[in-house]
């Protein structure tokens, strides 16, 4: 399930990030809401967006690992 919903943002999103609107063969679905905090939005669409891994490590930087953007 948790593949299909990593496939599913990143199609939704055409594998650009969604912050800096890069695109390449390294982009992560990331879950806006912490996968470990609210596990009835984990396989939600609406609960994810593509990130970069540079804008994926910011969005993580200074924050504990499952904050939201």
């Given at each position: 399930a948790t593949k299909?919903?990593?496939i599913s943002v990143l199609k939704r999103?055409?594998?650009?990030?969604?912050?800096c609107k890069a695109s390449n063969d390294t982009?992560?679905?990331?879950?806006l809401l912490s996968y470990k905090d609210?596990?009835?939005l984990r396989?939600?669409?609406?609960?994810?967006?593509?990130?970069?891994?540079d804008c994926h490590k910011k969005a993580?930087?200074?924050?504990t690992r499952?904050?939201?953007l």
């Open positions: 299909r919903w990593r999103d055409n594998y650009v990030c969604q912050l982009m992560i679905a990331h879950h609210y596990p009835e396989h939600e669409i609406e609960n994810g967006i593509t990130l970069c891994e993580h930087k200074g924050k499952n904050n939201a």
